[in-house]
Each structure stands twice: as structure tokens, then as C-alpha cells.
């Protein structure tokens, strides 16, 4: 069903990303998940206002207005209530993360399987490098003491540079979709045609090590590709329909658009590789989402996966937890 055809591949091959329409059904795999994360704020209201962050519950609202006015008025962003990965350091055993069915059943989506399936193989591994991305419009958002806004526009960055350096053994495959309609005003993703051809460039962090001062225009903490360092001229905004899916290779450089629209911005960011393969996120669990050859390995049960997650973290709460970043900004290119 979702198969690619010699034409996209060819595509995807040449240029490092492709964009397929109507991919993911917008009522079977998109809806539920809407309904899912409807119940997330829900309980993220209840706990904010029985701390007296904020001053209403805001109960009428909808998703999006809901979720803008709560992130405004406590002047805070909770997006890893709603995340279905962990933060990458400061895990505690009471760190939220919402790893729900209607998410299992997104990342287990049969015509998006089918699609991943034409790129990276039979053998699928879901990857647990994923995540819902919030964005509320930059207008509204809460900012950091610097004036940024908080989860804003994200940085040029190619996939392999926010993962560990054993990926880059890794055939990893990311997909992006909007969970709305995506475009150039609301912050849709922008890629460099052609950028995968060459190696992992140089990810500056975004504050320079030695004088703790922040990398002017970059959010604090975030890596980024100096533009000096790829065809930024080359960029390509890539709006997208609720359905659409964009496939970029580990090493496509890519960014996304602020949100300057007066509605929020969200999507899935999923990766799936080869089975056996390092992830870059060894210490985070994945699971097999299709394999001929031991089908009896394939992951079906939402509570369990759930669970793989659970402990995870529970696990990592006791220990002292690594920096998963791997560029220390001490390339000249980040000066
Ligand atoms: O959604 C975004 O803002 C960025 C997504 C991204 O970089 C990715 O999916 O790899
Ligand atoms: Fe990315």
C-alpha cells in the first residue's frame, strides 16, 4: 500500500529526502492520537493548576488553543509530558513521557512500514531516537532569560550529528510528519537538496564552551551547522498536509521555520533502521516493527512497549547519566 515506487526512490537517493502524500491515514493513525494527547493536558492542567501555575484549567478550549494558553500563562514549555523519548540528560524517576497506544500505533502504521520498508529493508527497527514536537506560535510562547523563544524554529542540523558516533554505521531513516497541516507561516521544515552526499559536518553547540556565551541567533543548548559549512542558499521549505510524510536520510541538513502563525505547530519525528544496527541512543529502548525472518520478534503490545520505556527510565534515574552529545564547539568553525 504505502510502497515506494523506482521514481521515489531514485528521488530520494539523488536529493536525500522525499515527500509522499496521503501516506498516514489522517483518521485511523492521526485523529487518535489527537484524542490521546487531548487526556495528557488534561492531566498537565490539573497539576499545573493545583500548583497555581496557572489560573484556569482552560477545559473549553482545544487542543492547540489549549496548550498555547497553558505554556503563556505558566511561561514554561511541558513538552516531555507529551514526548514518547527521554530527555537527554537530568532523567529522574518521575520524569513524564507519554508513551501511549494511539503513539505505538502510529510508529507500527502499516502503509508507513510499507514505505520505510522500500528504503531500509524488511528488517525494520523502530528506532527510539522519536519525538512529538509542540510548537506554539512564537507571539505567545514563553521565552528564556535571554528573550528566545523556548522550542522554537530548529536549527540546521543533519539527524547522524544529534545522535552518538556509532550511527554513523547505521542505515538510519527519518520520518516526519505534521499532526496538521504543515506550511512556510506555522514553521514547516525546510532541507538542503543534495546535502547527504558528503560527510557528518561540524555541529557547534549553541553557547561557546569557553566563554559560556551564547552563539548569537542560536537557542542555548541546541546544535547547529554554521551555514558556512553547506549550500544554504540551496534551502527548500517543504510544506506538508496532514498525511504527508518526508523521509530524510541520517545526513540531509535540515531545519525547521519559526512558527509565526497564531496556531500551533506539531508533529512526529520517527526513525526506523536495519535490526541489529546501533541506534545512538543505546541506553533508550527501540523495537523490531517488522521482520521475515524471526517474525516472532515483532513488538505488537502498546502496554509493553510502555513498559520498555518505564524501566528505562526508572533505570537510568539511579545512575550517573553521560552527555550524549558528540561536538565540544571547539572546531574553528564554531567561532
Ligand atoms: O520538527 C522539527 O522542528 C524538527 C524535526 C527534525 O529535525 C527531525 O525530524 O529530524
Ligand atoms: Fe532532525
Known sequence: MGRLTKDQLNHFSEFGFLKVENLIDPEK????????????????????YAEGKISSKYEDLEFGERVT??????GEV??????????????????????????????????????????IGDEIFSNPIQHVRIKVPEAEAPRDENGMVKFG??????????????????????????LMDASEENGCLQVVPGSHEGKVLTH????????????????AGGLQIPTTLFQSEDAMPIPMKKGDALFLTKKT????????SDKIRWSFDLRYQPIGEPTGRDIFPGFVARSKKHPEDILFDPTIWH?????????????????????????????
Open 204 to 219: 557547534c553547540p549553541g553557547f561557546n564552551p569557553k566563554t559560556g556565551k551564547l552563539v548569537q541567533g542560536l537557542a
Open 69 to 74: 494558553k497553558i505554556y503563556a500563562e505558566s
Open 78 to 119: 511541558y513538552n516531555q509530558y507529551f514526548d514518547f523519548s527521554l530527555p537527554q540528560s537530568g532523567i529522574k524517576d518521575d520524569t513524564p513521557f507519554w508513551a501511549g497506544p494511539a503513539v505505538f500505533n502510529a510508529l507500527r502504521c502499516e502503509s508507513l512500514l510499507d514505505a520505510v520498508e522500500s528504503i
Open 153 to 178: 524554529a530548529t536549527p540546521w542540523h543533519q539527524d547522524a550529528g544529534v545522535a552518538t558516533e556509532e550511527v554513523d554505521n547505521t542505515n538510519m531513516l527519518t520520518v516526519w510528519f505534521p
Open 253 to 260: 541538513v535540515h531545519s525547521a521555520l519559526p512558527n509565526i
Open 307 to 335: 513498559d520498555l520505556w518505564e524501566d528505562a527510565r526508572n533505570k537510568l534515574a539511579k545512575e550517573e547519566q553521560f552527555s550524549f552529545n558528540r561536538w565540544d564547539g571547539e572546531d574553528p568553525a564554531c567561532a
Open 29 to 48: 493513525i492521526i485523529d487518535p492520537i489527537i484524542e490521546e494527547y487531548h487526556t495528557v493536558l488534561g492531566n498537565l492542567a490539573d497539576e499545573l
